[in-house]
């Protein structure tokens, strides 16, 4: 999507207020000994409150309204049966849509204390994609964002994961321009228009290259195995800069 009027920015930012709104209200009811599921029906009754549908059920007919991946699951996972506990990280992916508009946002929580390195990993995922957001603007070259955050990684030891990438965002869940790369690729000459809606999503990992599936057909997991941490935001290309949508107020 390109915004064009003031009106679709506004759209655009009740649906991100509403999404951002429910990923951190489902972080702060997170507690040891709750289910993946009793924590998605807390998000179902927050986006249902709000009027707004979850994309992932509307679009994909993924089942259930958010996805919480947890530990080794990395991203897509589906709320169930599995046990939350102290120590774990618990990425929390919420998308929806409101009035026409969609946003997308997403964050690895933790549940207590967990290990150093992976509280590392996790402010480290967090620091990557603001330094991503920051190369959105009008005329930007889209490959920037992955140039910023591969540096990002490289410098610090951190590999990414390389085929689960950002996208364009706003009038659907996944839209033009789709695999937005969030790592260093070579021979992506588009830019980035003013208007544009996009997310910036990199997964951080300490090892991790790739995103595989199993036996559900939704749940990835990192391959090589290792703890990866995702981070999102849906943004707003200006000319002044990014204008992120998805905040908490």
């Not at 009106?7 to 289910?35: F, K, Q, W, Y």
Request: aromatic fraction near 6%.
């Amino acid at each position: 999507m390109t915004i064009t009027h003031e009106d679709e920015l506004s759209g655009l930012r009740e649906i991100g207020r509403v999404v951002a709104n429910t990923m951190h209200r489902m972080a702060a009811a997170m507690e040891p000994g709750m289910t993946t599921r009793e924590l998605d029906d807390i998000g179902r009754a927050l986006l249902d409150l709000e009027g707004a549908a979850s994309a992932p059920e509307a679009v994909y007919d993924f089942p259930g309204a958010t996805c919480i991946s947890v530990n080794e699951e990395i991203a897509h996972g589906i709320p169930g049966e599995r046990v939350i506990r102290a120590g774990d990280l618990v990425n929390i992916d919420v998308s929806a849509s409101k009035n026409g508009f969609f946003a997308d946002t997403g964050a690895t929580f933790r549940v207590g204390a967990v290990k150093p390195s992976l509280d590392r990993l996790c402010k480290d995922g967090k620091r990557a994609m603001e330094i991503g957001i920051r190369q959105v603007g009008s005329d930007k070259p889209l490959a920037g964002v992955g140039k910023a955050v591969g540096k990002f990684a490289s410098d610090r030891g951190y590999t990414l994961i390389q085929n689960l990438a950002s996208h364009g965002v706003g009038r659907s869940l996944h839209e033009y321009p789709s695999e937005i790369a969030t790592w260093p690729t070579r021979g992506d000459k588009r830019r980035i228009n003013k208007g544009l809606v996009l997310t910036v999503e990199p997964f951080l990992s300490t090892g991790g290259l790739r995103a595989t599936e199993r036996e559900d057909k939704w749940t990835l997991y990192s391959e090589p195995a290792a703890p990866v941490v995702q981070y999102e935001h849906t943004v707003v290309a200006t000319d002044r800069g990014p204008i992120v949508v998805t905040l908490p107020y």
